[in-house]
Protein backbone atom coordinates (compact mmCIF):
# COMPACT_ATOMS: atom_id res chain seq x y z
CA UNK A 1 0.00 0.00 0.00
CA UNK A 2 1.42 3.53 -0.69
CA UNK A 3 2.20 6.17 1.98
CA UNK A 4 2.78 9.85 1.53
CA UNK A 5 6.14 11.42 2.45
CA UNK A 6 5.81 14.79 3.23
CA UNK A 7 8.87 17.38 4.15
CA UNK A 8 7.31 20.11 6.17
CA UNK A 9 8.34 23.74 6.49
CA UNK A 10 7.69 25.07 3.19
CA UNK A 11 4.85 27.90 2.40
CA UNK A 12 2.86 27.13 -0.54
CA UNK A 13 1.90 29.18 -2.52
CA UNK A 14 0.27 29.54 -5.96
CA UNK A 15 -3.38 28.57 -7.16
CA UNK A 16 -5.39 25.27 -7.67
CA UNK A 17 -7.98 24.40 -9.46
CA UNK A 18 -10.65 22.74 -7.29
CA UNK A 19 -12.24 19.10 -8.46
CA UNK A 20 -15.89 18.47 -8.62
CA UNK A 21 -17.66 17.52 -5.43
CA UNK A 22 -17.40 13.76 -4.02
CA UNK A 23 -20.83 14.47 -1.83
CA UNK A 24 -22.49 16.04 -4.87
CA UNK A 25 -21.36 13.03 -7.91
CA UNK A 26 -22.26 10.08 -5.27
CA UNK A 27 -25.80 10.50 -5.25
CA UNK A 28 -26.19 12.25 -8.35
CA UNK A 29 -24.74 8.66 -10.12
CA UNK A 30 -27.37 7.04 -8.10
CA UNK A 31 -29.94 9.15 -9.17
CA UNK A 32 -29.09 8.01 -12.90
CA UNK A 33 -31.10 4.85 -11.66
CA UNK A 34 -34.29 7.32 -11.97
CA UNK A 35 -34.45 8.47 -15.64
CA UNK A 36 -36.11 6.78 -18.15
CA UNK A 37 -33.38 6.72 -20.89
CA UNK A 38 -28.87 7.48 -20.43
CA UNK A 39 -27.26 10.23 -18.75
CA UNK A 40 -24.49 12.46 -19.01
CA UNK A 41 -22.81 13.61 -15.74
CA UNK A 42 -19.39 16.13 -16.37
CA UNK A 43 -16.85 17.52 -13.68
CA UNK A 44 -16.60 13.89 -11.84
CA UNK A 45 -13.76 14.18 -9.67
CA UNK A 46 -11.28 10.85 -10.06
CA UNK A 47 -11.74 9.33 -6.68
CA UNK A 48 -11.73 6.33 -5.00
CA UNK A 49 -15.48 6.86 -3.61
CA UNK A 50 -16.75 7.38 -6.96
CA UNK A 51 -15.15 3.98 -8.50
CA UNK A 52 -16.69 2.51 -5.69
CA UNK A 53 -20.68 3.46 -6.56
CA UNK A 54 -19.92 3.29 -10.35
CA UNK A 55 -19.11 -0.90 -9.46
CA UNK A 56 -21.88 -0.72 -7.52
CA UNK A 57 -23.88 0.52 -10.39
CA UNK A 58 -22.00 -1.94 -12.94
CA UNK A 59 -22.87 -5.28 -10.42
CA UNK A 60 -26.80 -4.46 -10.70
CA UNK A 61 -26.24 -4.72 -14.91
CA UNK A 62 -26.53 -1.07 -15.04
CA UNK A 63 -24.33 0.08 -18.24
CA UNK A 64 -21.16 2.80 -17.33
CA UNK A 65 -18.94 4.35 -19.88
CA UNK A 66 -16.47 6.79 -18.61
CA UNK A 67 -14.22 8.99 -21.09
CA UNK A 68 -10.56 10.06 -20.67
CA UNK A 69 -11.97 13.36 -19.17
CA UNK A 70 -14.46 11.80 -16.57
CA UNK A 71 -17.34 12.43 -18.10
CA UNK A 72 -19.48 9.34 -17.73
CA UNK A 73 -22.44 7.93 -19.35
CA UNK A 74 -25.20 5.92 -17.31
CA UNK A 75 -27.89 3.69 -19.11
CA UNK A 76 -30.13 2.43 -16.42
CA UNK A 77 -32.09 0.62 -19.09
CA UNK A 78 -30.10 -2.35 -18.78
CA UNK A 79 -30.78 -2.92 -14.65
CA UNK A 80 -30.90 -7.17 -14.29
CA UNK A 81 -31.11 -6.99 -10.27
CA UNK A 82 -31.34 -4.32 -7.24
CA UNK A 83 -28.83 -5.70 -4.83
CA UNK A 84 -25.92 -3.60 -3.50
CA UNK A 85 -23.83 -6.25 -1.49
CA UNK A 86 -22.29 -6.16 1.51
CA UNK A 87 -18.57 -6.07 0.13
CA UNK A 88 -19.29 -2.92 -1.22
CA UNK A 89 -21.18 -1.28 0.84
CA UNK A 90 -18.60 -2.30 3.97
CA UNK A 91 -15.84 -0.06 1.82
CA UNK A 92 -18.29 2.93 1.54
CA UNK A 93 -21.75 3.68 3.43
CA UNK A 94 -23.05 6.35 0.74
CA UNK A 95 -24.00 3.09 -1.54
CA UNK A 96 -26.80 3.59 0.56
CA UNK A 97 -27.57 6.08 -1.68
CA UNK A 98 -28.97 3.47 -3.89
CA UNK A 99 -31.97 2.83 -1.30
CA UNK A 100 -34.64 5.37 -2.71
CA UNK A 101 -34.12 5.34 -6.39
CA UNK A 102 -34.34 1.34 -6.29
CA UNK A 103 -37.55 1.33 -4.50
CA UNK A 104 -38.83 4.82 -6.25
CA UNK A 105 -38.12 3.41 -9.86
CA UNK A 106 -38.15 -0.36 -9.84
CA UNK A 107 -40.74 -1.23 -6.66
CA UNK A 108 -37.54 -3.43 -5.24
CA UNK A 109 -34.08 -2.71 -3.19
CA UNK A 110 -31.98 -4.93 -1.31
CA UNK A 111 -29.26 -3.12 0.27
CA UNK A 112 -26.75 -3.95 2.60
CA UNK A 113 -26.93 -2.35 6.12
CA UNK A 114 -23.93 0.20 5.79
CA UNK A 115 -22.72 -0.69 9.99
CA UNK A 116 -20.96 1.37 11.89
CA UNK A 117 -17.85 3.42 10.41
CA UNK A 118 -14.53 5.24 11.92
CA UNK A 119 -16.56 8.42 12.86
CA UNK A 120 -19.37 6.88 14.34
CA UNK A 121 -22.19 4.66 14.55
CA UNK A 122 -24.16 6.56 11.27
CA UNK A 123 -27.13 4.85 11.89
CA UNK A 124 -29.65 4.97 8.64
CA UNK A 125 -33.11 4.95 10.89
CA UNK A 126 -34.12 8.05 9.42
CA UNK A 127 -33.96 6.73 5.56
CA UNK A 128 -35.94 3.66 6.36
CA UNK A 129 -38.93 5.13 7.98
CA UNK A 130 -39.26 8.34 5.63
CA UNK A 131 -39.32 5.32 2.88
CA UNK A 132 -42.04 3.18 5.19
CA UNK A 133 -44.27 6.23 5.85
CA UNK A 134 -44.23 6.64 1.63
CA UNK A 135 -45.47 2.78 1.29
CA UNK A 136 -42.42 0.75 1.28
CA UNK A 137 -42.61 -2.95 2.56
CA UNK A 138 -39.29 -2.98 4.56
CA UNK A 139 -37.77 -5.55 6.40
CA UNK A 140 -34.12 -6.40 7.58
CA UNK A 141 -32.94 -10.01 6.89
CA UNK A 142 -29.63 -11.56 6.92
CA UNK A 143 -28.04 -7.75 7.42
CA UNK A 144 -29.75 -6.36 4.59
CA UNK A 145 -32.66 -3.75 3.98
CA UNK A 146 -35.10 -5.40 1.90
CA UNK A 147 -37.57 -3.03 0.68
CA UNK A 148 -40.53 -3.88 -1.94
CA UNK A 149 -43.09 -1.60 -3.15
CA UNK A 150 -45.46 -0.81 -5.67
CA UNK A 151 -45.71 3.53 -6.70
CA UNK A 152 -44.44 5.60 -3.65
CA UNK A 153 -46.78 7.28 -2.23
CA UNK A 154 -46.16 11.26 -1.43
CA UNK A 155 -46.27 11.72 2.11
CA UNK A 156 -45.61 14.78 4.74
CA UNK A 157 -42.02 13.70 5.93
CA UNK A 158 -40.38 15.54 9.17
CA UNK A 159 -36.70 14.29 9.76
CA UNK A 160 -35.85 13.46 13.30
CA UNK A 161 -32.00 14.77 12.74
CA UNK A 162 -30.66 16.71 10.25
CA UNK A 163 -29.31 14.14 8.00
CA UNK A 164 -27.54 14.88 4.45
CA UNK A 165 -27.72 11.78 2.66
CA UNK A 166 -30.91 10.67 4.88
CA UNK A 167 -32.36 14.01 2.50
CA UNK A 168 -31.18 12.91 -0.59
CA UNK A 169 -32.69 9.54 -0.70
CA UNK A 170 -35.86 10.58 0.48
CA UNK A 171 -35.86 13.44 -2.12
CA UNK A 172 -34.98 10.35 -4.57
CA UNK A 173 -37.71 8.61 -3.55
CA UNK A 174 -40.36 11.45 -3.56
CA UNK A 175 -39.59 12.40 -7.22
CA UNK A 176 -41.47 9.27 -8.83
CA UNK A 177 -43.77 8.93 -6.10
CA UNK A 178 -47.84 9.65 -6.54
CA UNK A 179 -48.58 12.84 -4.83
CA UNK A 180 -46.99 15.47 -2.94
CA UNK A 181 -44.07 14.94 -0.65
CA UNK A 182 -43.08 17.55 2.01
CA UNK A 183 -39.49 17.46 3.65
CA UNK A 184 -38.97 18.77 7.25
CA UNK A 185 -36.48 19.70 8.57
CA UNK A 186 -34.83 18.68 5.38
CA UNK A 187 -30.42 19.50 5.24
CA UNK A 188 -29.66 22.43 3.72
CA UNK A 189 -25.86 21.26 2.03
CA UNK A 190 -24.81 22.91 -1.15
CA UNK A 191 -24.79 18.99 -2.29
CA UNK A 192 -28.26 18.49 -1.74
CA UNK A 193 -29.00 21.73 -3.71
CA UNK A 194 -26.97 20.22 -6.61
CA UNK A 195 -28.84 16.87 -6.56
CA UNK A 196 -32.04 18.57 -6.65
CA UNK A 197 -30.79 20.68 -9.72
CA UNK A 198 -30.03 17.87 -11.19
CA UNK A 199 -33.30 15.66 -10.23
CA UNK A 200 -34.88 18.92 -12.10
CA UNK A 201 -32.90 18.91 -15.24
CA UNK A 202 -34.37 15.18 -15.46
CA UNK A 203 -37.94 16.81 -15.52
CA UNK A 204 -38.49 16.23 -11.48
CA UNK A 205 -40.83 18.94 -9.60
CA UNK A 206 -38.75 20.00 -6.67
CA UNK A 207 -39.41 23.05 -4.91
CA UNK A 208 -37.32 24.64 -1.89
CA UNK A 209 -34.08 22.57 -2.01
CA UNK A 210 -31.76 25.01 0.10
CA UNK A 211 -33.95 25.46 2.76
CA UNK A 212 -35.08 23.43 5.74
CA UNK A 213 -38.67 22.05 3.82
CA UNK A 214 -38.13 20.55 0.01
CA UNK A 215 -41.86 20.15 -1.88
CA UNK A 216 -41.86 17.71 -4.34
CA UNK A 217 -44.45 16.90 -6.65
CA UNK A 218 -44.17 13.43 -7.85
CA UNK A 219 -43.88 12.55 -11.81
CA UNK A 220 -44.34 9.32 -13.85
CA UNK A 221 -41.27 9.19 -15.85
CA UNK A 222 -37.99 10.73 -15.60
CA UNK A 223 -36.08 11.46 -18.93
CA UNK A 224 -32.13 11.83 -19.57
CA UNK A 225 -29.91 14.97 -19.56
CA UNK A 226 -26.23 15.87 -18.70
CA UNK A 227 -25.03 17.53 -15.79
CA UNK A 228 -22.04 19.38 -14.29
CA UNK A 229 -20.95 18.65 -10.75
CA UNK A 230 -20.22 21.34 -8.48
CA UNK A 231 -17.18 22.19 -7.05
CA UNK A 232 -16.04 20.41 -3.82
CA UNK A 233 -16.03 22.52 -0.83
CA UNK A 234 -14.46 20.56 1.58
CA UNK A 235 -11.69 20.46 -0.79
CA UNK A 236 -11.45 24.09 -1.66
CA UNK A 237 -11.30 24.49 2.14
CA UNK A 238 -8.31 22.01 2.65
CA UNK A 239 -6.15 23.66 0.41
CA UNK A 240 -7.22 27.26 2.15
CA UNK A 241 -6.01 26.29 5.44
CA UNK A 242 -3.12 24.51 3.86
CA UNK A 243 -2.34 27.93 2.73
CA UNK A 244 -2.86 29.84 5.91
CA UNK A 245 -0.69 27.05 8.14
CA UNK A 246 2.32 26.93 6.42
CA UNK A 247 1.94 31.32 6.45
CA UNK A 248 1.77 31.09 2.58
CA UNK A 249 -0.85 32.46 0.00
CA UNK A 250 -3.05 30.10 -2.14
CA UNK A 251 -5.78 30.84 -4.46
CA UNK A 252 -8.99 28.04 -4.63
CA UNK A 253 -9.81 28.60 -8.31
CA UNK A 254 -13.24 27.42 -9.75
CA UNK A 255 -14.89 27.01 -6.61
CA UNK A 256 -18.28 28.51 -5.38
CA UNK A 257 -17.48 31.02 -2.39
CA UNK A 258 -20.63 31.31 -0.88
CA UNK A 259 -20.63 28.07 0.21
CA UNK A 260 -17.17 28.70 1.93
CA UNK A 261 -18.61 31.67 4.41
CA UNK A 262 -18.51 29.74 7.27
CA UNK A 263 -14.85 28.48 6.94
CA UNK A 264 -13.50 31.88 5.40
CA UNK A 265 -14.75 34.00 8.33
CA UNK A 266 -12.57 30.92 10.36
CA UNK A 267 -9.67 31.86 8.48
CA UNK A 268 -10.15 35.34 9.00
CA UNK A 269 -10.34 35.16 12.58
CA UNK A 270 -7.35 33.27 12.42
CA UNK A 271 -5.56 36.43 11.18
CA UNK A 272 -5.24 35.49 7.17
CA UNK A 273 -6.18 38.19 4.61
CA UNK A 274 -8.90 36.42 2.46
CA UNK A 275 -9.99 38.00 -1.10
CA UNK A 276 -12.55 36.47 -3.22
CA UNK A 277 -13.78 36.78 -6.25
CA UNK A 278 -16.60 35.62 -8.78
CA UNK A 279 -15.19 31.56 -8.75
CA UNK A 280 -12.31 31.77 -6.57
CA UNK A 281 -10.86 32.21 -3.00
CA UNK A 282 -7.52 33.78 -2.16
CA UNK A 283 -5.74 33.70 1.68
CA UNK A 284 -3.12 35.12 2.54
CA UNK A 285 -1.21 34.68 5.64
CA UNK A 286 2.45 35.49 4.54
CA UNK A 287 4.88 36.47 7.19
CA UNK A 288 2.07 35.43 10.14
CA UNK A 289 1.28 32.71 12.53
CA UNK A 290 -2.14 31.97 12.47
CA UNK A 291 -3.86 32.37 16.05
CA UNK A 292 -6.32 30.09 17.28
CA UNK A 293 -9.48 29.93 16.42
CA UNK A 294 -13.15 28.19 18.01
CA UNK A 295 -14.92 26.18 16.18
CA UNK A 296 -18.27 24.55 16.41
CA UNK A 297 -19.75 21.85 13.87
CA UNK A 298 -23.40 21.93 12.90
CA UNK A 299 -25.37 21.15 9.28
CA UNK A 300 -25.13 23.58 6.98
CA UNK A 301 -24.82 26.66 6.79
CA UNK A 302 -22.36 26.61 10.26
CA UNK A 303 -19.43 25.24 10.09
CA UNK A 304 -18.96 21.72 8.20
CA UNK A 305 -17.34 18.73 10.67
CA UNK A 306 -15.70 17.92 6.92
CA UNK A 307 -13.64 20.90 7.77
CA UNK A 308 -13.08 20.18 11.33
CA UNK A 309 -9.93 17.91 11.39
CA UNK A 310 -7.96 20.47 9.31
CA UNK A 311 -9.01 23.50 11.87
CA UNK A 312 -7.58 20.96 14.67
CA UNK A 313 -4.56 20.82 12.47
CA UNK A 314 -4.27 24.74 12.31
CA UNK A 315 -4.94 25.27 15.88
CA UNK A 316 -2.12 22.94 16.76
CA UNK A 317 0.89 25.60 15.70
CA UNK A 318 -1.23 28.92 15.97
CA UNK A 319 -1.42 31.42 18.56
CA UNK A 320 -3.44 30.78 21.83
CA UNK A 321 -5.65 27.97 22.63
CA UNK A 322 -8.55 26.73 20.59
CA UNK A 323 -11.84 24.75 21.36
CA UNK A 324 -13.20 22.76 18.57
CA UNK A 325 -16.60 20.75 19.47
CA UNK A 326 -17.61 17.91 17.14
CA UNK A 327 -21.24 18.06 17.67
CA UNK A 328 -21.94 15.32 14.38
CA UNK A 329 -20.29 12.69 14.90
CA UNK A 330 -19.99 10.82 17.95
CA UNK A 331 -15.99 9.73 16.97
CA UNK A 332 -14.56 12.15 14.24
CA UNK A 333 -11.10 12.55 16.76
CA UNK A 334 -8.60 10.15 15.75
CA UNK A 335 -6.41 12.10 13.91
CA UNK A 336 -5.88 14.33 17.87
CA UNK A 337 -4.07 11.08 18.95
CA UNK A 338 -2.11 11.12 15.65
CA UNK A 339 -1.47 14.45 16.09
CA UNK A 340 -0.40 14.26 19.36
CA UNK A 341 2.24 11.68 18.32
CA UNK A 342 4.02 15.13 16.59
CA UNK A 343 4.11 17.25 19.29
CA UNK A 344 0.47 18.60 19.24
CA UNK A 345 -0.44 19.84 22.55
CA UNK A 346 -4.11 18.38 22.88
CA UNK A 347 -6.78 17.32 25.73
CA UNK A 348 -9.95 15.46 25.14
CA UNK A 349 -13.01 15.91 26.99
CA UNK A 350 -16.05 13.69 24.59
CA UNK A 351 -16.81 16.21 22.22
CA UNK A 352 -14.57 18.53 22.75
CA UNK A 353 -10.83 19.17 21.73
CA UNK A 354 -8.99 22.11 23.40
CA UNK A 355 -5.60 22.41 21.59
CA UNK A 356 -3.00 24.52 23.01
CA UNK A 357 -1.11 25.97 19.89
CA UNK A 358 3.18 25.01 19.87
CA UNK A 359 5.44 26.64 18.30
CA UNK A 360 6.73 23.18 16.22
CA UNK A 361 5.05 20.21 15.40
CA UNK A 362 7.64 17.51 15.13
CA UNK A 363 7.35 14.66 11.74
CA UNK A 364 6.12 11.53 12.87
CA UNK A 365 5.11 8.38 11.22
CA UNK A 366 1.42 8.89 11.32
CA UNK A 367 -1.71 6.59 9.97
CA UNK A 368 -4.98 7.80 8.09
CA UNK A 369 -7.72 6.81 10.11
CA UNK A 370 -10.94 8.51 8.06
CA UNK A 371 -10.95 10.69 4.86
CA UNK A 372 -10.76 14.01 6.45
CA UNK A 373 -8.53 13.00 9.47
CA UNK A 374 -6.03 12.12 6.62
CA UNK A 375 -6.23 15.68 5.46
CA UNK A 376 -5.39 16.75 8.51
CA UNK A 377 -2.10 14.78 8.78
CA UNK A 378 -1.31 16.15 5.65
CA UNK A 379 -1.71 19.32 6.90
CA UNK A 380 0.12 18.54 10.05
CA UNK A 381 3.23 16.59 8.07
CA UNK A 382 3.18 20.52 6.10
CA UNK A 383 4.32 22.64 8.92
CA UNK A 384 6.17 20.02 10.80
CA UNK A 385 9.89 19.56 10.99
CA UNK A 386 11.41 16.67 9.33
CA UNK A 387 9.60 14.20 7.40
CA UNK A 388 6.19 12.81 7.78
CA UNK A 389 5.07 9.64 6.53
CA UNK A 390 1.34 9.15 6.41
CA UNK A 391 -0.02 5.42 5.53
CA UNK A 392 -2.93 4.21 4.81
CA UNK A 393 -3.67 6.67 2.58
CA UNK A 394 -6.45 4.96 0.77
CA UNK A 395 -8.89 6.94 2.83
CA UNK A 396 -7.16 10.46 1.15
CA UNK A 397 -7.78 8.71 -2.39
CA UNK A 398 -11.08 8.86 -1.39
CA UNK A 399 -11.71 12.24 -1.21
CA UNK A 400 -8.87 14.02 -2.69
CA UNK A 401 -8.27 14.24 -6.39
CA UNK A 402 -4.41 14.47 -6.52
CA UNK A 403 -3.96 15.85 -3.77
CA UNK A 404 -0.19 15.11 -3.88
CA UNK A 405 0.20 16.72 -7.28
CA UNK A 406 -1.67 19.93 -6.60
CA UNK A 407 -0.20 20.33 -3.04
CA UNK A 408 3.29 19.36 -5.03
CA UNK A 409 2.14 22.81 -7.33
CA UNK A 410 1.78 24.90 -4.72
CA UNK A 411 5.79 24.23 -3.35
CA UNK A 412 4.77 21.28 -1.07
CA UNK A 413 7.44 18.59 -0.89
CA UNK A 414 5.41 15.28 -0.64
CA UNK A 415 6.04 12.46 -3.25
CA UNK A 416 3.41 9.08 -2.89
CA UNK A 417 6.02 6.19 -2.37
CA UNK A 418 5.55 2.38 -2.27
CA UNK A 419 5.14 1.48 1.31
N1 LIG B 1 -28.32 10.12 11.53
C1 LIG B 1 -29.25 9.37 12.21
N2 LIG B 1 -30.11 8.55 11.49
C2 LIG B 1 -30.10 8.51 10.13
C3 LIG B 1 -29.15 9.29 9.44
C4 LIG B 1 -28.27 10.08 10.16
O1 LIG B 1 -29.29 9.39 13.43
O2 LIG B 1 -30.90 7.76 9.55
C5 LIG B 1 -27.38 10.97 12.27
C6 LIG B 1 -25.92 10.57 12.09
O3 LIG B 1 -25.55 9.53 12.96
C7 LIG B 1 -25.18 11.85 12.37
C8 LIG B 1 -26.16 12.92 11.85
O4 LIG B 1 -27.42 12.27 11.73
O5 LIG B 1 -25.02 12.02 13.75
C9 LIG B 1 -25.80 13.53 10.54
O6 LIG B 1 -25.38 12.55 9.62
P1 LIG B 1 -25.71 12.62 8.08
O7 LIG B 1 -26.73 11.60 7.75
O8 LIG B 1 -25.98 14.03 7.68
O9 LIG B 1 -24.33 12.17 7.45
P2 LIG B 1 -24.17 11.38 6.10
O10 LIG B 1 -25.27 11.76 5.19
O11 LIG B 1 -23.94 9.96 6.38
C10 LIG B 1 -22.83 13.19 4.76
C11 LIG B 1 -21.51 13.24 4.06
C12 LIG B 1 -20.40 13.32 5.09
C13 LIG B 1 -20.60 14.60 5.89
C14 LIG B 1 -21.98 14.52 6.58
C15 LIG B 1 -22.34 15.72 7.40
C16 LIG B 1 -21.95 12.08 1.99
C17 LIG B 1 -21.75 10.87 1.14
N3 LIG B 1 -21.39 12.06 3.22
O12 LIG B 1 -22.83 11.99 5.55
O13 LIG B 1 -19.18 13.38 4.38
O14 LIG B 1 -19.58 14.76 6.83
O15 LIG B 1 -22.99 14.34 5.58
O16 LIG B 1 -22.36 16.83 6.61
O17 LIG B 1 -22.57 13.03 1.57
C18 LIG B 1 -16.88 13.02 4.08
O18 LIG B 1 -16.99 13.54 2.96
O19 LIG B 1 -15.77 12.74 4.59
C19 LIG B 1 -18.08 12.70 4.84
C20 LIG B 1 -18.07 11.87 5.88
Same mark, same amino acid.
Request: proline share 4%; net charge negative.
Given at each position: ????????????????????????????I??????????????? #????D????????????? /???????????I???????????????K?????????? #?? %???????????????????????????????????? /????G??????????????????????????????A??????????????????????????????????A?T???????????????????????????????????????????????????????????????? %???????????G??P?????????Y??F?T??????????T???G??????????????????????G??????????????????????????????S? /????A??????????E?????????????????????Q??????
Amino acid at each position: MDKLQIQGGTPLEGEVRISGAKNATLPIIAAALLADDPVTIGNV #PHLHDVTTMIELLGRMGV /SVTIDEHMKIEIDPSTIRDHVAPYELVKTMRASILVLG #PL %VARFGSADVSLPGGCAIGARPVNIHVAGLQAMGADI /SIEGGYIRARAGRLQGARLVLDTVTVTGTENLLMAAVLADGETILENAAREPEVVDLANFLIAMGAKIEGAGTDKIVVQGVKKLHGTHYEILPDRIEGGTYLVAGAMTGGNVRIKRTRPEHLDAVTAKLQEAGAKVG %VGDTWIEVDMRGKRPRSVDVRTAPYPAFPTGMQAQFAALNTIADGVGTIIETIFENRFMHMLEMRRMGAEIRLEGNTAIIKGVQKLTAAPVMATDLRASA /SLVLAGLVAEGRTDIERIYHIDRGYEAIEEKLAQLGAQIKRVPN
